[in-house]
């Protein structure tokens, strides 16, 4: 098959992009599919002359280093240039904003490319983390206590202080509505340091969600063609499971498949396929939950473009319902195939 692979972008999780299209890329090599690969920002090739998937730079703080942008076309003007006239589907191998977003996916479909992953309308609801949680509770799943608010980047109102300080107890979590890889999120002990959290969310997104904090354990539960995939339990050496916990080897455990019990598994594995369907999901996607001490648990939020390297948690679940890397590849590249456009 002839496949477009796009991954990059500008969000802040380009570097998580490029790592998860190397793999992708090495798996669809392995398959024997013919590969282009693209950064749909700058419109370049992410791959060397001699067919090697390129080694992308890094900022000082380790993350990568965007492209300047090539014209808001230069998708339009790939797809439509006569080299990709017979792809048979597009790879989204995107993170965070425009990739993940939904902008991405309206941009094929109205080329009349077949992509994996959700389409427009489900990849737009499930990057608007209040949206999501509204249809959850729609659903009767738990999810924390929220409000959302668009605030400035400065001078924050002390109403909005106030009203947060009244309507929850501390600890809150303060995060972007829209954002992902936990940046710009914080976890608030006292109202004292709600004006810096709230700060540095907006600074990130106007949409700042105020959450109440759940304490427990976490898992994740991934979806695949509607089916779930085997819970996978996070254990970080962090207070949160931030950047830090989720990027650097060695400060997060990842138990596949998550050691609670077998009726636990099925209410959140349900939760979860329930979820992904109300939001419309297609292929692959990953819902977060956090278990408190009585064994309810609360929606996070649903990724669309989950993580894609071999050691991420979707690939983690996939393995550990007997579905190998390469499997779960040309798994996603079959629902896509399928779909009517
Ligand atoms: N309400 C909450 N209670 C406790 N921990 C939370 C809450 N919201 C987020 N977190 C922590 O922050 C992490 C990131 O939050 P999440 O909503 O999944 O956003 P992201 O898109 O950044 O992954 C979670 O994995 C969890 O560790
Ligand atoms: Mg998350």
Not at 149 to 160: F, Q
Not at 250 to 263: H, L, N, R, S, W
Not at 303 to 309: A, E, F, I, V
Request: proline content about 4%; some cysteine.
């Amino acid at each position: 098959m002839k496949i477009l692979l796009l991954a990059g972008g500008e969000s802040n999780e380009r570097a998580v992009s490029l790592d998860s299209g190397e793999a992708i890329y090495e798996s669809l090599k392995i398959s024997g599919h013919i590969v282009y690969a693209i950064d749909p920002i700058s419109g370049k090739s992410l791959l060397n002359s001699d067919g090697s998937y390129i080694e992308y730079e890094r900022d000082e703080t380790g993350r990568a280093v965007v492209p300047p942008r090539a014209s808001g076309w230069s998708l339009v003007k790939t797809l439509g240039s006569p080299a990709f006239q017979d792809i048979d589907i597009v790879f989204i191998a995107m993170h965070g904003g425009f990739g993940e977003d939904g902008m991405l996916q309206c941009l094929l479909e109205l080329a009349g490319r077949k992509h994996t992953g959700s389409e427009m309308e489900a990849s737009a609801i499930a990057m608007d983390k209040a949206i999501a949680k509204r249809l959850c509770i729609s659903a009767n799943i738990n999810t924390a206590q929220f409000s959302l608010y668009r605030l400035g980047a400065t001078n924050i109102p002390d109403e909005v202080i106030f009203e947060i300080a009244e309507k929850f107890k501390f600890p809150v979590i303060v995060k972007p509505n829209d954002g992902g890889s936990t940046i710009a999120l914080s976890k608030v002990e006292k109202v004292e340091d709600l004006k810096d959290a709230l700060e540095l969310c907006a600074n990130e997104s106007p949409n700042v969600l105020i959450e109440q904090f759940i304490g427990g354990r976490e898992v994740t539960a991934a979806v695949l063609d509607g089916e779930p995939l085997p819970i996978v339990e996070i254990i970080t050496k962090n207070d949160l499971y931030d950047y830090e916990a989720k990027y650097q080897k060695g400060m997060t455990e990842y138990i596949a498949p998550a050691q609670i019990t077998d009726e636990l598994t099925v209410r959140i594995q349900t939760a979860a396929s329930q979820i992904y369907k109300i939001i419309g999901c297609a292929g692959l996607a990953r819902a977060d939950f956090i278990i408190d001490e009585n064994d309810n648990f609360y929606f996070l939020e649903l990724n669309t473009l989950p993580g894609m390297t071999e050691l991420s948690l979707a690939p983690m679940a996939a393995k550990a319902s007997g579905l190998e890397f390469d499997e779960l590849i040309n798994r996603m590249i079959g629902s896509a195939i399928e779909k009517k456009i």
